[in-house]
Structures are given as structure tokens and as C-alpha cells.
């Protein structure tokens, strides 16, 4: 292996090797590096660009002041953030800003000769000292915006985010309690009423069956949005986007425009439930079918929405728009997204190149061309998020200790709205996937992209946020899918064999202080799952941070006799089977 190319290489989070499953170490090869190291826009072709290239992150790396994000435990702030001067700042007098979420602003004066060196760099025209930086102790657990100021000039500004040490627990659990409960394939449920998808409808009515027994606890498969473009690619583990749900889960009956429409068409109620139960009868699920008669109906209730509510400013009108703003460029980047794949009626790469780029000038015509078609999208996430939340809020109503627990996919799907609207985040010419093992000797590939360590690093982990935010919301549990992605990802170039892969290491500590602070603010217990190769520090490191294992009964197995309850870790979801 290239020395430089694999420096380079670590860089960006790209391991060396690793050791399989039968204990041989497995190096990576140099054509897996450079192709990996391209799909995050860094060229290593040939010796020469490896080493312009390391001199480039060199000095970019050295002439950052303050990191974009710094990640703290209370227990950490006295020792400090690192941030980096250069040397002829050093004597000058310099002050601290930090300004809270609560708008409460501190500055300090101080002296940067007294503070602890950390390492120090010397290069061309760039001699720079980085420093530890203490921090009042009494930050409140949050996002604070940290700014270096010498006189009227600001030199540096980033985020420090103060983080609880453990995640949340729910009292039935940190008492040490103990709670079950049931877990429903949504999408495979059927009623006397829904459209041969199970719906948030038949979701509260299992909660009001299961909690009137004594659950504390509702699981369901991930309810992100998928395509509606191309209903046919049903899984909820390749999703559109992590930041919205699948309106396809929508209650029809249950939304007020419904009424309206019903009260202006009197056999409307009849003709809808006949064909739901044509396509309930079916021995399978008829994802296609029954998105196109769902869609009918979206396009009718949104126009109804839109006649008596928008046009009128109504208090619903207004609930509608304070979703928007709530949600913002995220939702309305989505809803566009949905909108223009399905007047292209092809994946976005696929679509003229000025309607590629979320911030093109085809993007905003059609914008400015088709505000209905890009409002219905909107409409569809504002109804699914009031009826996930009247769930959970029904589960409180039952006494239930958790309520809902959903699921968080790995990633997003390469054809979807997140990829789209997050292009440079994620490194869309490789896949996610697994190493060689006992029972995929070839490896796997799951075709979704992963984000990139260091781009989300710079991006303030604020995409990472968002998604705990979201499926937090309207949760009282989260399980994140193959959690050993907050430490390591197996990535796959594209047009490679899974097995010609990598692993692409992640801040863990970062991850996991994140995760932690959301989950407090949330008030949502959080489940790792930990199957497969996940190594017993991983595991020793998700425990004292109380993030759940995920253990099976069929494979808790000492021989042919299974496990007693008290031979499993104190902080663990048992479940029959996976997903």
C-alpha cells in the first residue's frame, strides 16, 4: 500500500484494513482508496495529486480558528475547545463570545499565551499555535455559538454542543422496571377500513388493543417517506428521506377535508370504501394500486384544503403554515423533490440538468410554474405528522411507559429527495453495505449512499440533528439500524464487488454525545441495533451511554438451551425476531 495514499486516505476516515470474521487482517487495496477518496471529490490519481492534495487539507486544516462543531460532556468544559491561532495573534488581546439558544450572550477577555498548547504547526507563510480554550462550566446542556473576537474583527465561529453522558430513559426503565410490548408491520396490517395498507388509523387502534392489556410499548417498521414516483420500491430501509413520513400511511377517512368532500358528494364515502376493499382483498400488498387511488384522493382533499381553507385563511390555514415555517428549506426541498420526480417521471440524475441542483434556476421556475404541486407535498407531511402525533399522544393517554418506538434506516435511498438536497453531504458514488462473513462470503452491497465523516463534521452534524428530531418528534423510542454506523461504515465503490470495500470511520464520541442530548430533549429512549460484527468495546461504549442492545431470543443461545432473562446485558430490547 502507498504510504502517502493511505495518510491521505485516513484523512477522510478511510481505514487501512481491517480483521474479517475469521481473524485475518484484510488490507485495503490502493484502487479502493482512490476510488473512495473520488467519491468525496478528493483526487489521488497519481502520486503527485496524493501529495498537492495533502498539502491542500494541511493548510486548510491549520487556518480554521474554531472547528465548525466542538462536542463537550460537562465534565469537559474546564479542560477546554481546541481552536488555532497564529502565532502573531498570540500577544494580542482576544475575547470569547458565546451566545446560548436562549439569546443570552457572555464575553470574556482573555489571554492566549497562558492558555495549554495542544501542538503547534509551521509551514509556508503559516505558523500557527493550537491552544485549549476552558469554557464556563455552568453551559447549560445545548448549542452554544462560540466566537473569537480581537477588538471589532471576529477570527473564528463554531458551535459547541454541551452533551448529556447517557441517553434518555423513561422512569419504568431508569427504576429499573421492566416494559413489552408488540411490533406491527404497518404496511401488512389490515382493517375493515383502510385502503390495503395499514394506516396511522389502524396504528393508534393496535396501541388501544395492546395498551388496554398492559404494553408499554407499539413498534412499527420505519414510516419514512418513500417514492411516490415509484411506489413498486416499497422498503423502508431505502427511503426518499429520513425527515418525513410516508404519506401512503395517511388515514383518509380521518382527515377533515374528507368531510367536506363527503358532505359535498354524499356517495363518495361509499364508492372510496369499495375500492379500499378491492384492494384489501388482495393476498399481497398492492403498493402500486393502492398508491394510485391514494394519490386521487390526495389530489382531491389537498384541492379541498386549498379552496375552503387557504383561500380563506382559516385556523387550519394557519396551522399549515406554521408547519411550513417550522419545517422550512428541509420540507420545502422535499415536497419540490416529490413534485418535480413525478412531473419528470424519472430519478433526479435522470432529469435536465438545471433541474439537478435544488438551488438551479429549473427548480425555481417550476417553483414559481406549479405552487399546487409542490403545496400538496407539504400538505401530505403536515396530515401525517398531526395524525403519528395524535398516536403517541394516545399512548400517553393509556398510561403506556413508552408509546411508540420506530425505527431509523441506515441511509436514504440515491434516487431520493435527501440525496438530491444534500448532494455534497453524501458520498453518492458508494454504497453501504457488509464485509465477507459466514453467511454473505461475498460481501453485501444495499445500494445507499452514506454521508461523509468529514462533510457532516462541517455541516455541524446539523443533518444528523435533524433526523433525530424528526423521528423523535412523534416517538417515545427510537431503534437506529445498524448502529455500528455512529462508529465505522463498510462503503462499497460503486461498480465494485462488495467485497472490494472499506471501512469508513465516524466520530463516535461526537455521535453518540449528539444522540444522547436529542434524546434528553426529546424525551426518547434510544435502542442500538447491535447485531452481527459489532466488536465488544462498540458495545461496552453504547451501554454506559444506556443505548439499548438488540438481542434476539433465537440467537441467545448458550448450546441448544436458550438464555435466562437474567443472562442478558441489564439495558436490552429482546425481541422474537429482527424488523
Same mark, same amino acid.
Given at each position: ?55 491542500? @487539507? ?79 462550566? @455552568? ?81 412499527? %417498521? ?10 413498486? %420500491? ?16 395517511? @388515514? ?15 356517495? /363518495? ?29 390526495? @389530489? ?139 453467511? %454473505? ?26 433526523? /433525530? ?111
Amino acid at each position: 500500500m502507498n504510504g502517502q495514499l493511505e495518510r491521505l486516505a485516513q484523512l477522510y476516515g478511510i481505514e487501512p484494513g481491517y480483521h474479517d470474521v475469521w481473524g485475518k487482517w484484510q488490507a485495503t487495496p490502493d484502487d479502493t482508496l482512490r476510488a473512495l477518496l473520488a467519491t468525496l471529490g478528493v483526487d489521488a490519481h497519481d502520486p503527485q495529486s496524493v501529495d498537492e492534495t495533502l498539502a491542500d @487539507d494541511e493548510r486548510e486544516r491549520w487556518s480554521r480558528v474554531v472547528p465548525a462543531i466542538t462536542v463537550l460532556r460537562t465534565r469537559e468544559l474546564a479542560a477546554g475547545m481546541r481552536i488555532q491561532l497564529q502565532h502573531a495573534t498570540l500577544a494580542r488581546t482576544l475575547a470569547w463570545r458565546i451566545a446560548s439558544e436562549s439569546g443570552e450572550v457572555r464575553e470574556e477577555a482573555f489571554g492566549a499565551v497562558r492558555l495549554s498548547v495542544l501542538e503547534e504547526y509551521e509551514g509556508a507563510h503559516l505558523q500557527v499555535c493550537a491552544l485549549a480554550l476552558p469554557l464556563p462550566v @455552568d453551559l447549560s446542556e445545548g448549542y452554544h455559538r462560540v466566537t473569537l473576537i480581537e477588538g471589532d474583527t471576529i477570527l473564528g465561529s463554531g458551535l459547541v454542543a454541551v452533551v448529556p453522558e447517557r441517553c434518555y430513559l423513561p422512569p419504568a426503565l431508569a427504576n429499573g422496571g421492566r416494559i413489552w410490548g408488540t411490533a406491527v408491520q404497518l404496511y401488512a396490517v389490515r382493517s375493515a377500513r383502510n385502503c390495503g395498507i395499514g394506516n396511522f388509523g389502524d396504528l393508534r387502534a393496535c396501541a388501544e388493543v395492546w395498551g388496554a392489556r398492559g404494553a408499554g410499548i407499539v413498534g412499527t %417498521n420505519p414510516l419514512h417517506a418513500l417514492s411516490m414516483r415509484n411506489p413498486g %420500491n416499497a422498503s423502508p430501509y431505502s427511503p426518499s428521506s429520513r425527515l418525513f413520513f410516508n404519506p401512503l400511511y395517511i @388515514d383518509v377517512e380521518a382527515v377533515p377535508d374528507f368531510a367536506d368532500l363527503v358532505q359535498a358528494d354524499r356517495g /363518495l364515502a361509499a364508492r372510496w370504501r369499495k375500492d379500499c376493499e378491492l384492494l384489501r382483498n388482495s393476498a399481497q400488498v398492492e403498493y402500486v394500486g393502492v398508491a394510485q387511488r391514494l394519490r386521487a384522493m390526495f @389530489d382531491a382533499l389537498y384541492e379541498n384544503f386549498r379552496a375552503r381553507h387557504l383561500a380563506s385563511v382559516t385556523p387550519r390555514a394557519r396551522a399549515f403554515a406554521q408547519f411550513r415555517e417550522s419545517r422550512g428549506g428541509q420540507l420545502r426541498r422535499h415536497a419540490l423533490h416529490e413534485a418535480l420526480a413525478e412531473f419528470h417521471g424519472k430519478p433526479w440524475r435522470d432529469w435536465p440538468e438545471d433541474f439537478r441542483d435544488p438551488g438551479g434556476d429549473g427548480v425555481r421556475r417550476f417553483a414559481e410554474d406549479h405552487p399546487e404541486k409542490v403545496g400538496l407535498h407539504e400538505y401530505l407531511q403536515w396530515i401525517a405528522d398531526l395524525q403519528l402525533g395524535a398516536v403517541q399522544a394516545r399512548t400517553r393517554e393509556l398510561g403506556m411507559a413508552v408509546g411508540l418506538y420506530v425505527d431509523l434506516a441506515i441511509s436514504v435511498a440515491p434516487d431520493g429527495s435527501e440525496a438530491w438536497a444534500n448532494q455534497r453531504l453524501y458520498a453518492l458514488g458508494a454504497h453501504v453495505g457488509a464485509p465477507p462473513d459466514e453467511f %454473505n462470503r461475498t460481501g453485501q452491497d444495499w445500494g445507499l449512499p452514506p454521508l461523509s465523516p468529514r462533510r457532516l463534521r462541517e455541516a455541524a452534524y446539523a443533518p444528523l440533528i435533524a433526523t /433525530l428530531r424528526a423521528n423523535m418528534a412523534r416517538a417515545g423510542a427510537l431503534r437506529i439500524d445498524h448502529v455500528m454506523g455512529l462508529s465505522r461504515l463498510w462503503w462499497v465503490p460503486a461498480g465494485m464487488a462488495p467485497g472490494k470495500g472499506a471501512y469508513v470511520r465516524y466520530p463516535l464520541d461526537d455521535l453518540l454525545g449528539i444522540v444522547a442530548l436529542e434524546s434528553h430533549r426529546n424525551r426518547c429512549l434510544v435502542i442500538g441495533e447491535d447485531l452481527g460484527t459489532v466488536s465488544d468495546a462498540l458495545r461496552k461504549r453504547l451501554a454506559e451511554a444506556e443505548v439499548l442492545s438488540y438481542r434476539l431470543l433465537l440467537f441467545e443461545r448458550d448450546g441448544p438451551r436458550f438464555k435466562a432473562p437474567a443472562e442478558y446485558p441489564p439495558r436490552a430490547l429482546v425481541a422474537w425476531s429482527t424488523h
